[in-house]
């Protein structure tokens, strides 16, 4: 599932193929139901008036226009690509736009776990109340972050996973973060020291970072929009290599399931 670093590469790779300012012409719809249904009445808004920004908030995709948003969440294989007039049909494209003559941008997503919506202008605050921190934010307060996670009893990796908390930290990075800060996913958070958890915003903010200039990672399919693969899996010290040697100590990844996910980690390194 794309996480903070793809869906912001995502987000780049289409201010650079869209050029924002630019108008939608029209829509095409080839199959609706993706998670949500695709609100066809409510796009069919913001044909003709300027999207003047595309933004990344969490995992999703902001398309900004006097009327309102629209947003699109890339699910597990949810992905935008551009083509001329007259492409080739892919099976699972579902959704496309003509944003300049004859050119389209096309929304291909073969399990359909992700949704496009609409909101309006006005409810653009209430849609993501309940959303956290973005960890690569100036603005954001780490110490403020310290003393909510420090009042929680769940373990830490659960509670960097939560998006109310700190958005866009899924299972890839939550276990990469957690290594390389040497601390336990297993362990509470109100367990965890201060001076864990400076480690442990130094390693999101770096690794975060890090992926997002490798191209992301790609499991089973993640593409970017000029369909190209990332390689930050290539750099993973514990995601998906249960049974290998970690690369620090020698002894041998460990795999467990935590709230139904599995988590990698070295016992031995992560205290
Ligand atoms: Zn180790």
């Known amino acids: 599932m ?11 790779n289409l201010n650079t193929i869209l050029k924002p300012p630019f108008n939608i012409k029209s829509w095409i719809f080839f199959r609706r139901d993706l998670r949500f249904k695709i609100p066809k009445r409510a796009l069919q808004q913001i044909i003709a008036v300027p999207i003047f920004a595309i933004k990344r908030r969490a995992k999703f995709i902001l398309f900004e226009s006097e009327t309102g948003f ?68 100036s603005h ?28 866009g930290v899924g299972n890839i990075y939550a276990s990469e973060i957690l290594f390389r800060a040497g601390v336990s996913p297993l362990k509470k958070c109100s367990k965890v020291t201060r001076a864990q958890f400076q480690k442990i915003w130094h390693w999101t903010q770096f690794i975060l970072k890090d992926a997002i200039e490798k191209g992301g990672s790609t499991i089973n399919n993640y593409r970017n929009s000029y369909g190209e693969t990332g390689s930050y899996q290539s750099k993973f010290f514990v995601y998906d290599l249960a ?23 070295c016992p031995r390194c992560q205290k």
Not at 2 to 12: D, Q, W
Not at 140 to 145: G, I, N, P, Q
Not at 155 to 165: D, G, R, S, Y
């Open 70 to 137: 629209f947003i699109s969440h890339l699910g597990m294989t949810g992905a935008w690509r551009s083509e001329a007039k007259d492409w080739i049909r892919r099976k699972h494209d579902h959704v496309a736009f003509e944003y300049a003559p004859g050119q389209f941008l096309i929304y291909e997503d073969p399990r359909r776990f992700g949704f496009i919506e609409f909101i309006k202008k006005s409810e653009i605050e209430k849609r993501f109340k309940d959303f956290g921190a973005e960890p690569l934010a």
């Open 243 to 265: 049974g290998e040697t970690c690369k620090n100590c020698n002894s041998k990844i460990k795999q467990i399931m935590q709230s139904g996910r599995s988590t990698f980690w």
């Open 140 to 167: 954001t307060d780490f110490e403020v972050l310290t003393a909510l996670f420090k009042k929680l009893q769940a373990p830490i990796k659960t509670a960097l996973m939560n998006q109310k908390f700190l958005v």
């Open 2 to 12: 794309p996480e903070l670093p793809e869906v912001e590469i995502v987000c780049r």
